[in-house]
């Protein structure tokens, strides 16, 4: 059995690998689809990409510096496009940081009615010295969220070229088409831009493919009326979380030899006994791995436990010493595969069964984690089925109608929302509405019913930090009383100016806290180092040592001017958006860092007038 094959679950790959720049490239523009997302995860990402990450989620979340910084810093370069409505709860923590999402994000809508369901990253590298552009590619069987599960990954490098391999035209007509289908609000310009730049990279980038692999493939579905799906061989196995029978036969007709099935218990037990004697085999997740004991268990079997739950999906076909490995984001279902009518994307590897593993090797590595299906054994019937079903389908409705939140100032402090729906009825079924600005958290929920009539809502008065166009929504059924919670983005109509200054300054409030994201624009300090400086919550810069003009901060603000002065730029900026508040005597900047800096902005300013002579 060859050495490293695709299925091994030793063959781990952390998710920050992934975000993490080849060695001698910086990243230029990265874009990613998503079916759904939650805040926590689309606050850390821009963190992980921008400042070299650390692999601590939790550590991040707690440096708002960080997560600042990191939004600063992608907030021209990064989009992430996901199905609308499937924004996971509310934000947490430090939730008005989601404000600065806004333009970040785009809520989009499959063409054909179903959902839209790819996952992939792309990335676009920019070299060192002679080093030419890089392109990178991840396909994804996981969400942006924070589920635990088994997943599958394929991560591919290239370079960019004169060429342009047919085989990369599903790609890039998909990302072409991204901001075609946002919905219900269209898609900020620079979202558009990101995309069909990307769409064009992809076009004629060159892929370096996996050890023992020769071809590659890509299809996708769901954006016209064509349907994709692999081709069926003697030898195949297919695993996927959520299987219908019409697919399964689709997939593995009569004719196949020998068939494999890993899915999960609860999808396998609403198949025929038909449909599922097509396998040799039909397995699903050893229960162990669905304990906290599975550690232990497995230690004779030397890797460790895999994450919680099938998510992976996967179809391998083997003709004669020709395997091909499917990965992707479809399931064995009707919408992915039959119908077409959500949009996915696959990617399909062949390579030499010696050399990349046969359908039997893939399987074998799975193995110690897995059992029999045995379709005896009793399954938990869903409880308010029915009410899960409303709920569903009164989220749908909901997510396609366009929200309006208009602002108006109430003062030089408060800012009063007013929440409206066009058109003006959104038909829901028997289930109530409640809607809060989502920085504010549930106990500021309003009862929304009218919205779904035409009338308009009062949702208050907030801080205008914390105007942002996400809402929490929770939807209840009259029936059963199930809730069921997560976001929306409305439009917003009328926001005043300096909303991301005041987000800014809610962050950096003070002279330590300003003294401490300098050293971070002044150093380009990663990830880990303000983490540490985060958690000591000390600081070796002393803002005295730079007024006695013998302190690093002097020295780091010369070196800056006379070598980068992009980073000179950035502290102008930072400090025009820390001015003080109308009405406020003194800023977070101290007075006498704004009477030196006066001296280096004068100077900056006369260097980018001679650059430009």
Known sequence: MPADVALDPENRRLYTEILRPPAGYELELALA???????????????T??????????????????????????????????E????????????RLCGLLEHMIVETEAPRGGAFHPKLWVMRFAGQGDLPPAVRLALLSRNLTTDASWDLALMLDGELGEEHPPENAPLSRLLDALP???????APAKAGDIARSLAADVARTG??????????????NGLDAAVWSPAAEPVMAVISPFCDADTLCHLVPSWVRQAHLVGRAEELAGIDGGTLGRFTSVKVLDDLIETEEVEEALETRRADPPARGLHAKAIISQRYSTVSVTVGSGNATGPAMRRGSNVEVFATLKGHAGRVGSVEDQLARMAPFLRDHDPSLPIDAPENAEAEKRLEEARRALSRWPLVLSCRRDGQEQVSLTLRAEPSSVPVGPVDVEIWPAVLGGNRAVNANAVLTGAEVDLGQVALRDVTRWLGIRLSDRDSGLTLVFSLGARLEGLPEGRNAEILRAFIDNRDAFYRYLRFLLEGADLQGVLTQDKSGQDHWDGADFLSGDGPILERMVAALTRDQNRIDEIARLIERLQPSPGEEDGPVPSDFLELWGAFDAVRRDMKGAAGD
């Open 207 to 220: 892929w370096r493919l996996p050890d023992g692999y020769n071809d590659i493939s890509f299809a996708v």
């Open 33 to 47: 689809t998503t079916y759904s997302l939650d805040f926590e995860t689309a606050l850390v990402i821009p963190a």
């Open 49 to 82: 990409m921008a400042l070299h990450a650390a692999e601590s989620r939790a550590e991040t979340l707690d440096s708002p510096i960080a997560l600042l910084e990191g939004l600063e810093r992608m907030s021209e370069r990064l989009v992430i496009f996901c």
């Open 180 to 186: 075609d289908l946002a919905r219900p609000h269209p």
């Open 84 to 95: 609308t409505g499937r924004i996971h709860g509310v934000p947490k923590g430090v939730n």
